[in-house]
């Protein structure tokens, strides 16, 4: 498999919401606005690259039996960063993702991913991938909080578009996010069986 | 039984190089996060009281004696050297959690200077709108004599806040807190204080 492939698999083929229904719980409950999807995906992205390049790298010292309690600790590491960073400098952002950042380091898209990929690939190749990841969860949880915000709030990125009548409340509680989700899983798999 | 040592001295040594790794980021953000918290603080200070040299915490003289627990700090907004606001800081019960809040009084005019969310859990799109400077608004300049009380209707007296739509629970909730400080300000430095 060439580099662009496995940076471009994340996105489409094997997007870690959409196709492989990893992440449901963020994806869920974070999404009730654009801000909030965007800055998830973003903090996912970064410790998911950080724990990729780091366990691929010690992918041929870390024994087999112990490999999982290894991986959490690297995970949990960077997740624990990322929360003290987010803390220091972007207060907002940390305020509204509050648990979710921590949780991060249970989130099985990363476990998945070192147990997939990282453990028995070289450095290159797993950056191509959790960048690829990365992206490809980061849209998924846009497109998703952005069809919640715009229908549920009537604003996009906190802009109001919709005159005030016409947003339905429910779509950015939770029932709105299953509905949301199950829509754009049944547009997406109609779209893969007509290209397929 | 060797295997079980190599083992263990493997994640000892990974867990040790993460320990020091996190021990090095947390020296760095936790003045950052300190002096974000800070002035945090002294904004919404601020906010709730604008005219005002400096805010000076004196919760020790204020709630030593038995007081609503809602209340959970009294500060005091100096002007020239004299006391001339108190901020209250108070936490109350809402639809989904603790709503903290902080209320500004005026000492000379015996009103509500401005009330500010500080944290909610409240619903999105319902509850949580509480946090909006329309809602918060609704508070400002309000007497402190009467107690204030919720309406679902635009508010007809002086001591009525109109409630966030489909939101009751929330309202009452934040009105039941500013009336746990506007009490305690009345008791303590409105006009029939026990001096």
Redesign the interface.
């Known amino acids: 498999m060439s580099l662009a492939n496995e940076f471009t698999k994340g996105i489409i083929r094997e997007n870690p919401l959409f196709r492989l229904l990893l992440g449901m719980c963020p994806a869920l409950a974070v999404t009730t606005s654009v801000d909030n999807g965007l800055g998830m995906g973003v903090a996912f992205s970064v410790v998911l690259l950080a724990s990729n390049i780091v366990i691929s790298a010690m992918r041929s010292i870390i024994p087999n039996s112990v490999r999982i309690p290894a991986y959490i600790v690297i995970v949990a590491t960077f997740v624990t960063m990322i929360d003290l960073l987010m803390h220091a400098f972007t207060p907002a952002l940390y305020t509204a993702l509050g648990i979710f950042i921590p949780l991060i380091v249970v989130n099985c898209i990363i476990l998945g991913r070192a147990e997939a990929f990282s453990g028995k690939n070289p450095v290159i190749p797993s950056i191509m991938d959790a960048l690829g990841m990365g992206v490809g969860f980061t849209l998924a949880l846009v497109l998703v909080s952005a069809f919640r915000e715009v229908l549920g709030a009537g604003t996009f990125f906190g802009q109001t578009i919709l005159p005030e009548n016409i947003p339905a409340i429910m779509m950015i509680l939770p029932p709105g996010g299953f509905i949301t989700l199950g829509c754009l899983l049944a547009i997406l798999n109609k779209i893969q069986k007509k290209t397929a | 039984m060797r295997?079980i040592f190599?083992?263990s001295l493997?994640?000892l040594v990974?867990?040790g190089i993460?320990g020091a790794?996190?021990s090095y980021?947390?020296s760095?953000?936790?003045p950052?996060?300190a002096e974000?918290i800070r002035q945090?603080k002294i904004d919404s200070f601020k906010e709730v009281y604008p005219q005002s040299d400096k805010v000076e915490n004196e919760s020790a003289v204020y709630l030593k004696d038995a007081h609503d627990p809602a209340l959970k700090e009294v500060n005091i907004a100096y002007r020239g050297g004299m006391p001339a606001g108190v901020l209250y800081a108070v936490e109350t019960k809402g639809y989904s959690g603790t709503i903290s809040i902080l209320a500004g009084f005026d000492i000379a005019d015996s009103r509500i200077t401005a009330i500010k969310v500080l944290?909610q859990t409240e619903?999105?799109?319902?509850g949580a709108k509480a946090k909006d400077r329309f809602f918060q608004d609704r508070y400002k300049d309000k007497n402190t004599t009467l107690p204030l009380e919720v309406t679902k209707t635009a508010p007809v007296k002086d001591n009525q806040i109109q409630a966030i739509t489909?939101s009751t629970i929330t309202s009452k909730a934040v009105t039941k807190g500013v009336n746990a400080a506007r009490e305690h300000f009345n008791a303590t430095f409105g006009a029939g204080k026990k001096q």
């Open positions: 295997d190599k083992l493997f994640l990974v867990a993460s790794g996190l980021v947390n760095l953000a936790t950052l996060i974000q945090n944290s619903t999105p799109g319902l489909a």
